[in-house]
């Protein structure tokens, strides 16, 4: 087979990225790093959660607005779509170099969002999912193993490094995406038409929906309290449905160019070592035990040996546990401690949240896989295994503890833990690559790291169907019970209608737990803490596989 691409893409093949003599391999991270940045943006997805789920409304949900669990589900396919992106274009990476993958995953990462802005601006829901979803997880994947190969074979005397750089910036990319999204749908924000308070307007209730009578005829409305309209700067009361914009797709547009022009750039930087390159001075030593191979297994063979499916089961426990976190990280932070803590935990603090979240994870990817060069790989997910154990059985403490007795030493922990708990989760996804070439060999790692993730699609279906299916039971429960206990008359007054009619009135989002909550009887607990907190978060202790593969 030739090593030449036909026609005008021959300048992205890797026969023409040759490094020469004397060429710094330094130069190579900084571009992965910058793709790594712009894909791993992703992990802030949890920031879109709220405008998404009232683009009509603006100021609060309305009938027709998007449900929670329904734009949860294009992070998912995302992230599905990554790993069979990922596993498939292994043995295209290997072929045709990282460049050419790497000017790939920016057409498909930038159009992907670009695609998806216009999905929101229509309303559209199968856009976006097919735009961010389907197009940019295909972008995700391409641009995740991109470096990965490349770095290892640039510094083949500190492997675990290597993929800790290479894999950092996706950990560290919602570290900037969180700030930045949130300033651009800020900026491209527009408050509804306000149309007056309540007491002031001649509503009806039809099929759960609020209209207003005005002039013009009938208006649907959404009743804003005096926080929800706030955050615009208005006052309680009407607003007119789908007169504003929460700037969700003027943001997915912005971010698409940006990327798109950030990716390319990087991807020209890529360049391959020459055949046989070692670094000056340095010379492979032999291993100090059975679990680093000298040889190279090539992809297919890989696939039929027990050492990878161990890992493959390790990393899609270790995802399942995190991933359905990560995409409602800001919806449970301002839900649990929200409405127990109101002054500390505002929706500035529950931004912040996800960015410490971001730092966390990036910081984990290079200090843990750095970390497993000295202690070794087993020893680093055995630790991982030990605290996060530990870890994870705090979290429902906390957040239990918390509702129960407002605290700052329990938000503290609760905090801390998910902190630590993200560190190791990234370090986890940065150590694998390196664990694969331990055992693998160098040659083909590029294509077996894609093979493996596809754990990560598996994984980012079940931790999100779980986290969401969960909830959404919760707060069921919750809304029946509160409904319960309210006097039916204020319930009517309140909703403008009986408590017969509560299904239609929380399927168009007229009826909610901070509703219910501002007519129950004093002494009433909120139920939004513990209905927030996933039901599933106990079982993830189980998230790391106790007992690593030798080689």
Not at 7 to 15: E, P, T
Not at 80 to 96: H, I, N, R, T
Request: glycine share 12%; charged share 10%.
């Amino acid at each position: 087979m030739s090593n030449r691409s036909p026609g005008g893409l021959g300048i992205l093949h890797k026969a023409h990225i040759t490094a020469g003599p004397g060429f710094n391999r330094w130069r190579v991270p900084p571009a992965s790093i910058a793709i790594h940045l712009c894909i791993g943006s992703v992990y802030a997805w949890s920031v879109f959660n709220p405008p998404l789920t009232r683009e009509l409304g603006v100021i609060a949900s309305s009938a027709d607005d998007w449900s929670l669990a329904s734009v949860v589900w294009i992070f998912s396919v995302a992230i599905v779509c990554l790993g069979l992106a990922a596993a498939f274009a292994g043995k295209w990476l290997e072929e045709v170099g990282p460049r050419m993958v790497g000017v790939v995953a920016a057409l498909l990462w930038g159009g992907g969002f670009i695609v998806g802005s216009f999905g929101i601006s229509s309303h559209q829901l199968w856009l976006v999912y097919l735009g961010y979803g389907v197009l940019g997880g295909c972008g995700l994947g391409l641009g995740y193993v991109s470096p990965v190969s490349t770095l290892i074979r640039w510094f083949p005397d500190r492997r675990g490094m290597a993929t800790g750089m290479a894999i950092m910036g996706f950990g560290g990319g919602a570290m900037i995406a969180a700030p930045v999204k949130g300033w651009l749908l800020s900026l491209y924000q527009t408050a509804p038409t306000y149309l007056g308070t309540q007491d002031t307007l001649q509503t009806v209730v039809e099929n759960g929906r609020v209209f207003a009578q005005t002039a013009q005829g009938q208006v649907e409305v959404v009743l804003a309290s005096a926080t929800q309209a706030a955050a615009f700067g208005g006052e309680a009361g009407a607003y007119a449905v789908g007169t504003g914009s929460t700037g969700a797709a003027q943001t997915f547009m912005t971010l698409g160019i940006v990327y798109f022009v950030v990716m390319i750039l990087a991807a020209f930087q890529y360049r391959v070592p020459a055949k046989d390159w070692t670094p000056e001075g340095w010379t492979p030593k032999p291993a100090a035990s059975g679990l680093v191979t000298q040889n190279d297994v090539h992809i297919d063979q890989a696939l039929k040996t027990p050492q990878f499916w161990q890992l493959w089961v390790m990393l899609c426990f270790n995802v399942t546990a995190g991933i359905g976190v990560i995409g409602v990280a800001k919806t449970m932070m301002s839900e649990i401690f929200g409405s127990v803590m109101p002054l500390v935990a505002t929706a500035a603090f529950a931004s912040t949240y996800v960015l410490m979240i971001s730092v966390f994870n990036m910081v984990g990817r290079f200090f843990w896989a750095s970390a497993s060069d000295y202690i070794g790989r087993k020893a680093t997910y055995m630790f991982f295994f030990i605290l996060g154990t530990a870890l994870y059985l705090s979290i429902p403490y906390f957040a239990s503890a918390a509702a129960a007795n407002p605290s700052l030493i329990y938000l503290a922990g609760f905090y801390l833990a998910t902190m630590l708990i993200f560190s190791m989760y990234g370090g986890g996804f940065a150590t694998i690559p390196a664990y694969l070439a331990d055992m693998f060999g160098t040659m083909h790692v590029g294509g077996i790291h894609g093979r493996l993730l596809t754990a990560w699609s598996t994984a980012g279906v079940l931790g999100p169907l779980a986290i969401t299916s969960l909830r959404q039971m919760s707060v069921t429960s919750a809304v029946q019970d509160l409904a319960a206990k309210v006097d039916p008359a204020a319930f009517a007054a309140k909703f403008g209608a009986p408590v017969a009619q509560l299904d239609q009135l929380v399927a168009a989002k007229t009826v909610t737990i901070a509703k219910l909550m501002e007519i129950a009887p004093a002494g009433t607990l909120d139920p939004t803490p513990a209905s927030t907190i996933p039901p599933c978060i106990a079982w993830r202790r189980c998230w790391r596989w106790p007992s690593l593969p030798t080689c």
